[in-house]
């Protein structure tokens, strides 16, 4: 379980291209259905990069950071370099380069991030939230750069987001 997620649940896929036609290479929408959650699902993936089957079974969250102790993120990627001052010794300037290149690797493997726990993540913007009243279910709508999320539910599911917020959807096969 994520802390400060938005939304978790265990998905199954219940159909591949649901409306028997292939929008992009490369891009398959699944249609898929939570089990705690009885909430609703299509999603377009890279099924070049993460394929999914009929009958799969997947966890997904929604988080707004990726940062495990909740901080938001800053919107900025933080490079660590380190900058001397050296006369001209290609040796030496070798060197500082490996070490740069090292202490930079070293911060990204060593940096916490709830992506690392994940097979496959998308960073989107939710673009339009329908609020269902009665037996009307809600909806939310979230594009990935293109690729586009719906997922459809009982209104208490979605009342953690709000429109335009920018979100994380992490996925791993279970």
Known sequence: M???N????IFRVEKLNPDDKKLFDKVTRIEARSEKFD???????????YPLKVGQKFA??????LNPDGTPDTGYYTQFTISLSF???????????????KLELGLMISRQSLANNFEYVMYGKLYRITEGSGREKAEMNISF???LMMLKGDTSHCNKFELDQRL????RKV
């Open 60 to 65: 997904l969250v929604l988080v707004s950071t």
């Open 39 to 49: 909430m609703f699902m299509h999603l377009d993936i890279n099924s070049e990069i």
């Open 2 to 4: 994520v802390e400060n």
């Open 145 to 147: 750069g293109g690729l």
């Open 168 to 171: 994380y959807l992490l996925i």
């Open 6 to 9: 938005l939304f978790e649940d």
């Open 87 to 101: 006369f001209c010794d290609w040796e030496l300037l070798s060197f500082i380069i490996s070490l740069e290149f």
